[in-house]
T-cell receptor
Framework: GENVEQHPSTLSVQEGDSAVIKCTYSDSASNYFPWYKQELGKGPQLIIDIRSNVGEKKDQRIAVTLNKTAKHFSLHITETQPEDSAVYFCAASKPRDTGRRALTFGSGTRLQVQP | GAVVSQHPSRVICKSGTSVKIECRSLDFQATTMFWYRQFPKQSLMLMATSNEGSKATYEQGVEKDKFLINHASLTLSTLTVTSAHPEDSSFYIC?????????????FGAGTRLSVL
């Protein structure tokens, strides 16, 4: 099955700096790659996603890049703020029956933004 | 984004009792919902895929008689932890799949923290 590896496991940056989290996946059939932010004691919140027909997607301070050949994708957060501190998970899924796609998650990155 | 409501947010029960967790899609119909389990400082592990009107599909190693899933309508799926034991203590999270454009997106509930004494 699919295997998603994520690193680093922890990341500490100064407020205003950029943060980059990287993930690799094993199954070349995967075509959907979301990123989730999880705050302590809460469920994951979708922050951005990308499909395999594009190489980059940006939403304000957040961007995701995808390299299908190398099977890796990255999350970029610019101008980090203390409220960006959380655990970030990457995930991957591949086509299945309509709507019935389960996500395979990475191990998570704990981001801490120092004020 | 779409809203998925999960209830209760926290439950403490005695060993041997059963606990039911509800997952509702509030503003959309979800033909598929998913149940995940998360241990402290770990990632989400898929337990089962719940399809409206049919039996759930369980992941390898997940006991279907232990974790009963019912998806009776397009907006409600329930997970019942039967005869709970301390090792069942965990954070349980549901998600619902909604069509968006050419694909589907999963939105998550806020999770349920189960503590079995």
């Amino acid at each position: 099955g699919e295997n998603v590896e994520q690193h680093p496991s922890t990341l500490s940056v100064q407020e205003g700096d950029s943060a980059v989290i990287k993930c690799t996946y094993s199954d070349s059939a995967s075509n959907y790659f979301p990123w989730y932010k999880q705050e302590l004691g809460k469920g994951p919140q979708l922050i951005i996603d990308i499909r395999s027909n594009v190489g980059e997607k940006k939403d304000q301070r957040i961007a995701v890049t995808l390299n299908k050949t190398a099977k890796h994708f990255s999350l970029h957060i610019t101008e980090t703020q203390p409220e960006d501190s959380a655990v970030y998970f990457c995930a991957a899924s591949k086509p299945r029956d309509t709507g019935r796609r389960a996500l395979t998650f990475g191990s998570g990155t704990r981001l801490q933004v120092q004020p | 984004g779409a809203v998925v409501s999960q209830h209760p947010s926290r439950v403490i029960c005695k060993s041997g009792t059963s606990v039911k967790i509800e997952c509702r899609s509030l503003d959309f119909q979800a033909t598929t919902m998913f149940w995940y389990r998360q241990f402290p400082k770990q990632s989400l592990m898929l337990m089962a895929t719940s399809n409206e009107g049919s039996k759930a599909t369980y992941e390898q190693g997940v006991e279907k008689d232990k974790f009963l899933i019912n998806h009776a309508s397009l907006t409600l799926s329930t997970l019942t932890v039967t005869s709970a034991h301390p090792e069942d203590s965990s954070f349980y999270i549901c998600s619902a799949s909604i069509r968006q454009g050419a694909g589907f997106i999963q939105y998550f509930g806020a999770g349920t923290r189960l503590s079995v004494l």
